[in-house]
């Protein structure tokens, strides 16, 4: 099925502000995805010769052109094929999209669907206490923590894939000045630099320099080795730029505001799910935060984010977990008239 033959189904979420567009490809109609496991339909998806922000074009990479693009998305929509997982062991596994293509880990998207799992009845879920939704993502097996009270859900808690540092103090020159930016892999790579050193804040004002800001360091860091992963290149190159900014600590551990830049310009709502892996990574080897404390996390909106460090080992890296709400804002289902002149959208 092709979003142009019928109408393609949805449930639409937003996790702290940040939405997340749901695709069951099963119940959608849609083909299935070709792979053994979700990293393998990642790669289908992206096609060969693609990259995760320049995927080939084919019918299912038409349905995602389709559910972003405006006037049914927009630049900052972001969403996900719901997919087999890789084993028993899982609920489901997902492929997370965006206005450019595909990535290998969403935090957000993570906290979305865990909910989504619940309010459909596709995993069981008392009326109070937590529950354990199980999914695989391109990067690995990610949990998250249904809270629920009352028969609501109240909260969702995500347990992401290790989180390890990748460099430091890397120089990178820009059009504001040069900065020294911190790089860490948590699910997808990112590089941090603090907004201050190019003599910004992070606000909405600020916003266009700030994403200009993002772009440049994402582009002068394309080969830079702290960005390799030892899992190969879908997990490899930096994903998302994140500036960061100190605010009063609290009596849980430091508090920061960020905003994330990632694709090709794109601005992540929240406080970023993953990246809050990464800050974290990056946090506990400067002896920042340990075990028992809590980092606030800010986003450009306001909304806000809780992470901390598991006391759990891993030799692949810190094992993290980040705390947010995500609430559904509706159900679609999406159509292309053949006379619309527009097509499958536009971007601006």
Same mark, same amino acid.
């Given at each position: ?152 859900? /109240? ?55 700030? &994403? ?48 994330? &830049? ?40 306001? /909304? ?45």
């Amino acid at each position: 099925m092709s979003a142009e033959a019928a109408a393609v189904r949805t449930a639409d979420y937003h996790t702290a502000g940040e939405p997340f567009r749901i695709v069951d490809t099963s119940g959608a109609g849609l083909p299935p995805v070709p792979g053994d496991t979700v990293a393998e339909r990642c790669a289908t998806a992206i096609g060969p010769g693609g990259s995760g922000t320049a995927p080939r074009r084919s019918p299912l990479d038409d349905v995602r052109r389709f559910l972003v693009q405006e006037p049914r998305g927009h630049a900052g929509m972001y969403g996900g094929f719901v997919v087999p997982p890789d084993d028993d062991g899982a609920h489901f596994g997902v492929l997370f999209w965006h206005k450019d293509g595909y990535s290998t880990a969403c935090g957000h998207g993570t906290m979305a669907l865990g909910a989504w799992a619940v309010d459909t009845g596709r995993v069981a879920a008392p009326d109070d206490g937590d529950v354990q939704v199980r999914i695989d993502v391109p990067s690995g097996r990610v949990a998250a923590a249904v809270h629920r009270a009352g028969g609501r859900t /109240t909260g969702v808690t995500f347990r992401n894939v290790p989180a390890r540092v990748g460099a430091r103090k890397v120089p990178v020159a820009t059009t504001l000045g040069l900065a020294e930016v911190d790089i860490a892999h948590a699910g997808a790579c990112y590089a941090s630099v603090a907004a201050r050193d190019l003599g910004l804040e992070v606000t909405r004002a600020a916003l266009p320099e700030l &994403v200009r800001a993002g772009q440049e360091i994402r582009a002068a860091l394309a080969t830079h080795p702290g960005t390799w992963h030892p899992g190969g290149p879908l997990l490899s190159g930096v994903y998302g730029v994140i500036l960061h900014e100190e605010l009063p600590g609290t009596a849980f551990g430091p508090h920061q505001r960020n905003v994330t &830049v990632f694709a090709d310009g794109q601005i992540d709502r929240s406080p970023c799910g993953s990246g809050t892996s990464a800050r974290l990574a990056l946090l506990a080897e400067d002896g920042r935060i340990g075990a028992g404390e809590d980092l606030l996390h800010e986003s450009v909106v306001g /909304t806000v984010f809780t992470g901390r460090v598991v006391p759990v080992g891993s030799p692949d890296g810190l094992v993290t977990e980040v705390t947010g709400t995500a609430y559904r804002t509706g159900e679609h289902a999406f159509f292309r008239d053949p006379q619309d002149a527009l097509g499958a959208g536009f971007l601006l």
